[in-house]
């Protein structure tokens, strides 16, 4: 291993990673083998290796005389998560893109990690607003209109492990604090298929979000808009805005394979 290791970086998590890359490319390997290429002490070798087993990310190759490992199953859920993305931004763009200049409102994909939300792509055209919420930063479910989207469309013990573990700060006096009323709030957006956040991220701000559906039914994502409040104001311009949004959601979701009522999914 290289000696001249930042002290920004953790000696274990090169190593673990060292192995793991090591192992993308070769077809199993032994204890030693691994070790000899990846330049750690066989006792270190072997605790990784172990570890990395016991939670899936290797599987032991049991039919050769010496144990073998290789990568293991659990990979797949990166590996997934990865492509997903991948394929999601590149056909989400053209469609915020177009949703943007329809609404004239800035557009957002979100998605849920963990117990938060990230906003992991934009389109203004050209909309500036004074507030938003971060690119690539996770922020509160309770104030992120994506994330009360993807939410309310969870397996409901997914769901319910999820706000277990979430944080529900307080914004502004609109944002909901209470998780027995926030249950019901996501049982009423996945009534109506949109959520309206009225002023609970920011005051003078508003935002109208729709689920996303992979090819198996299940929400991976949200899009939305987001603009002043007061282009939220009339009752026929609310409608608009909320057509649109659930328009381009519904073309997502069947650009990545999906096909069925959202009405039917995420259950």
Do not use: W
Not at 181 to 205: M, P, Q
């Amino acid at each position: 291993m290289p000696k001249d290791i930042s002290e920004n970086q953790v000696p274990a998590v090169r190593k673990t990673f060292s192995i793991l890359e090591y192992l993308l490319t070769a077809d199993g390997a032994t204890i030693k083998d691994i070790s000899a290429n990846c330049q750690i002490p066989p006792a270190s070798t072997m605790r990784i290796v172990k570890t990395l087993t016991e939670m899936g990310y290797l599987e032991q190759n049991s039919e050769k005389t010496a144990a073998s490992y290789r990568i293991g199953p659990s990979f797949l859920r990166f590996y997934q998560k990865a492509r997903n993305s991948i394929n999601l931004q590149a056909i989400a763009k053209p469609e915020m893109e177009s949703l943007s200049h329809e609404t004239s409102q800035t557009s957002q994909l979100a998605i849920l990690e963990g117990s938060s939300v990230l906003y992991i792509m934009v389109s203004n055209n050209n909309v500036q607003l004074g507030i938003m919420a971060p690119l690539d930063s996770p922020i509160p479910i309770n104030v992120s209109a994506g994330g009360k989207a993807i939410c309310a469309y969870l397996p409901e013990e997914e769901k319910l492990s999820v706000l277990k573990r979430a944080a529900l700060p307080s914004y502004t006096a609109n944002t909901i604090t209470d998780k027995m009323e926030l249950l019901f709030r996501l049982s009423e957006v996945k009534k109506h298929g949109y959520e309206f956040d009225n002023e609970e991220y920011a005051l003078g701000i508003c935002c109208i979000a729709a689920p996303i559906f992979d090819h198996t039914g299940k929400v991976i994502a949200a899009v939305g808009i987001t603009g002043p409040s007061s282009k939220y104001d009339s009752e026929e311009d609310f409608s608009k805005l909320v057509a649109a949004v659930q328009k381009t959601a519904a073309s997502i979701s069947r650009k990545i394979g999906n096909s069925k009522d959202s009405s039917m999914q995420g259950s």
